[in-house]
């Protein structure tokens, strides 16, 4: 099961997304799905790019722990894009993007649930 959790976001904007699960089920609730990878892809980002991409995961949403932190340090991924493996080790995860200098660009983090 896939889900687009940043589709085509401005990167010249600093955003937080929603909580999210590490595991889910489907609509009839009747099959349920772990985090397995996470696919970060970045586009047109401006002349001198310094962004970067961190993945926070917390258990009870109230502590919070940055699990890894990726810079954005090119004009464009998409014939190399990041990917990378989670397990299931806490309960909830989000994504924290922080533009820094960027002016342009677009943002896209797919979520691949297993």
Do not use: C
């Not at 687009?4 to 904007?13: A, F, H, S, T």
């Not at 047109?44 to 995961?57: D, H, Q, R």
């Not at 991924?77 to 397990?87: D, E, F, G, W, Y």
Request: aromatic residues 12%; without cysteine.
């Amino acid at each position: 099961m896939t889900r687009e959790v940043i589709k085509n976001m401005p990167m010249n904007i600093n955003f937080a997304s929603d909580w999210l699960r590490s595991t889910i089920k489907d609509f009839a609730g009747k099959h349920k799905y772990s985090i397995g990878n996470v696919q970060i892809v970045w586009s047109e980002v401006s002349a001198n790019p310094n962004a970067t991409l961190s993945i926070e995961v917390t258990n009870d949403l109230q502590y919070k722990t940055v699990l890894s932190t990726h810079n954005i340090n090119s004009r464009d991924n998409r014939q190399n894009t990041l990917m990378l493996s989670l397990s299931p080790g806490f309960k909830y995860f989000r994504f924290v993007y922080t533009a820094n200098n960027v002016t342009t660009g677009w943002l896209t983090v797919i979520v691949n649930y297993e």
